[in-house]
């Protein structure tokens, strides 16, 4: 049987900070990193949570998973968005295909593994896990048992866009302890050839902290008592890293990956504010305070296009014989795509100087596409903005620096990072091939079959990393 193969998340751990600006307090990471492989992890697009993880355990794509965010277009009403759910999952995952081969296998906080599913093993459901209350282990059993053992689960910090940064840290700090005591007790107590575990602390702790850290951003305050917490935190999860390297085997592989990175953000974008402005979308009445657009009186019969918020922005049109008032026709579809592209890419920032916004199509990024997509997908100066579907309000503005759901200092990047080592190589001074370039997210999946033996499903795309140096 060949080794184990553990992977250990970090939501929106990035390459400078862990390969560069932290490394020398990272023990654990820098001795995986020296005796092993590393290198940037280029995300998927859009470089999101959900769906990042799935592509990167599916080896798929957002367009073929047919999930482009947190929140989608179900259909062609105007209805508004659905949540992704483990529902929405049609590819097989690893976990799904090393349990057809009869390896037992462990999952931990993975996105978009709520509601559980069921494996050669044991899962526990991830950050969109409703609360304790809910259903959220295969077996069900389990719950009780884990529990039990190591108190209440914590799928994700509560009210983590908060001007209450105190109460903030704390709670970052005590969900990364929970985690590890639940992530230690699975390793030791339940049998596993595979295990994949994510820690969410990393992403919330660069959104609600990034102003204290960088001292370029257009923000940035000096608070005493934060300045150093970003540091704080990643020496906290390296020791708690080494807490679960306790519980694996010398011989086995470990895998330290991140969905996409982080990086400090400009400002906001109203999106749907600069269509109105444009002409592009008509409303009924404008609130009298911001409300987002879904929520909003829109008059369809005058509406050519319409936004969404989020880290980046998804633009719809209205289109003839598609929406139920569309008012595009689709031979003008095209030209019309053209038009609002050359737009968003002149748009500039508050004071009129370029941004570099990059708008994409779905159908050009993507072998398949999927359930809906969004017409157009732009990256406000290349992710340096985030989108906000918001509108209304006394002063409504196209540039805004406060975000419609709360306080948020960061925006996604695109790469992430992986690491590749084992134990037995950390303890004997091994030293590995070091920095590897070109790697891709959704390739991760044929990389741990190759690790365990096992051939991949046609349906899994990407090539496994190329792996001399580390027998």
């Not at 990956?257 to 400009?266: E, F, L, P, W, Y």
Request: with cysteine; aromatic share 10%; charged share 25%.
């Amino acid at each position: 049987m060949p080794s184990k193969v553990a992977v250990l998340g970090l939501d929106c751990a990035d390459p400078v900070l862990v390969f560069e600006m932290f490394r020398p307090q990272l023990p654990v990471l820098n001795g995986l990193m020296s005796s092993g492989m590393w290198g940037r992890l280029r995300s998927c697009d859009p470089p999101i949570t959900c769906p990042a993880w799935m592509v990167m355990v599916t080896g798929t794509s957002p367009g073929e998973l047919g999930i482009y965010g947190f929140r989608n277009r179900t259909d062609y009403t105007y209805a508004g968005l659905g949540i992704a759910t483990s529902t929405w999952i049609k590819h097989e995952t690893v976990w799904d295909v090393l349990s057809r081969h009869g390896r037992d296998c462990i999952t931990f906080g993975v996105p978009l593994t709520f509601p559980p599913k069921p494996l050669r093993g044991c899962q526990i459901s991830c950050f969109l896990t409703p609360g304790p209350d809910s259903n959220f282990t295969y077996p069900p059993e389990l719950k009780a048992e884990i529990t039990a053992a190591c108190g209440e689960y914590v799928p994700d910090v509560r009210e983590f866009r908060t001007n209450d940064k105190a109460a903030l840290l704390k709670r970052v700090f005590d969900m990364t302890d929970s985690h590890t005591a639940y992530a230690r007790w699975l390793l030791r107590n339940k049998p596993w050839d595979f295990s994949m575990m994510v820690e969410m602390g990393t992403d919330r702790i660069h959104h609600g902290f990034w102003k204290y850290f960088d001292k370029q951003h257009p923000r940035y305050e000096f608070h005493p008592e934060l300045q150093h917490c970003l540091s704080d935190y990643y020496r906290h999860v390296d020791a708690a890293l080494g807490k679960v390297l306790e519980e694996i085997p010398d011989d086995a592989w470990i895998a330290i990956v991140s969905d996409h990175g982080i990086k400090r953000m400009a400002g906001g974008i109203a999106f749907n504010e600069w269509l109105i402005r444009e002409g592009y979308l008509t409303l009924k009445s404008r609130p009298d305070k911001p409300t987002p657009i879904g929520k909003c009186s829109i008059d369809w019969s005058k509406t050519r296009a319409w936004g969404d918020g989020g880290y980046y922005g998804r633009l719809f049109l209205n289109i003839k014989g598609r929406e139920p008032e569309g008012t595009i026709p689709p031979e003008q579809v095209e030209a019309f795509k053209a038009e609002l592209t050359a737009k968003l890419c002149a748009l500039g920032d508050d004071k009129g100087r370029p941004i570099g916004t990059k708008v994409l199509r779905p159908e050009q990024l993507y072998e398949k596409v999927n359930g809906i997509a969004p017409d157009l997908i732009v990256y406000f100066g290349d992710l340096d903005w985030r989108s906000v579907g918001s509108v209304g309000g006394p002063n409504p503005r196209i540039h805004t620096f406060e975000n419609d759901s709360g306080p948020d200092d960061a925006n996604h990047a695109m790469d992430g990072i992986f690491i590749l080592s084992t134990k037995a190589r950390m303890k004997q001074g091994a030293r590995g091939p070091g920095e590897q370039r070109g790697l891709q997210l959704r390739s991760v999946a044929r990389t741990v079959l190759k690790l365990q033996g096992v051939e991949p499903p046609a349906s899994m795309g990407g090539e496994a990393f190329d792996l001399r140096g580390m027998a």
